[in-house]
């Protein structure tokens, strides 16, 4: 069974402060890595990708990836009360456009960012 | 550009009726997903179609069935639903450059 581990939270930070949501995952020949933001009765919505080793940076988010250590986190700077969400770490065993169409879903990280 | 659309958005049902929750993509994705979401559980797949015409099993497809009437439109169906399909259902589509998964708003299903 291929899984993918995250600390249920919650994570709680205070506004402006850097958040660092964390993920592993068993499957050592995964290639594509996403975060999903899920606020409360929402729906997941996706933003970020990550194919290589390293840092992907957007704005305040930046996804970090190290396949070595089976080991990818989010890190979103300076904080705000509107962050406040579940954040699903997602994996897939294949590069970009690969065979394999499904994704493993982590069970998501509550972060509370208090004002 | 609606990008994925579910309907309904909540239904109740009493155990052993059936319905089919509707889903359809105006992006012109290939593969298409059907998920339940529990609380502690996190996502689970239920079924996918890699494609028009092709529909395969995903981690808990036990009581319910799907149709991919198209491209655009993939539909899961709960022919007896049970206390235990009380859930919120997800449809989503993957984009063609990427194996990113785009998220309908889902259905609450409660099922009595």
């Known amino acids: 069974q291929k899984e993918v581990e995250q600390n249920s939270g919650p994570l709680s930070v205070p506004e402006g402060a850097i958040a660092s949501l964390n993920c592993t995952y068993s499957?050592?020949?995964?290639?594509?890595f996403f975060w999903y933001r899920q606020y409360s009765g929402k729906s997941p919505e996706l933003i970020m990708s990550i194919y290589s080793n390293g840092d992907k940076e957007d704005g305040r988010f930046t996804a970090q990836l190290n396949k070595a250590s089976q080991y990818v986190s989010l890190l979103i700077r300076d904080s705000q009360p509107s962050d406040s969400a579940t954040y699903l770490c997602a994996v897939n065993p294949y590069k970009v456009g690969g065979s394999n169409y499904k994704l493993t879903f982590g069970k998501g990280t509550l972060l509370t960012v208090n004002p | 550009n609606a990008g994925v659309t579910q309907t309904p958005k909540f239904q109740v049902l009493k155990t052993g009726q059936s319905m089919t929750l509707q889903c359809a993509q105006d992006m012109n994705h290939n593969s298409m997903y059907w998920y339940r979401q529990d609380p502690g559980m996190g996502l689970r797949l239920i079924y996918y179609?890699?494609?028009?015409?092709?529909?395969d099993k995903g981690e808990v497809p036990n009581g319910y069935n799907v149709s991919r009437l198209n491209k655009r439109e993939f539909s899961l169906r709960l022919e007896s639903a049970a206390p235990s399909q009380t859930s919120v259902y997800f449809c989503?589509?993957?984009?063609?450059?990427?194996?990113?998964?785009?998220f309908g708003p889902g259905t609450r299903l409660t099922v009595l």
């Open positions: 989503a589509s993957r984009g063609p450059l990427g194996n990113e998964q785009f």
């Open positions: 179609s890699a494609s028009e015409g092709t529909t």
């Open positions: 499957d050592r020949g995964s290639q594509s």
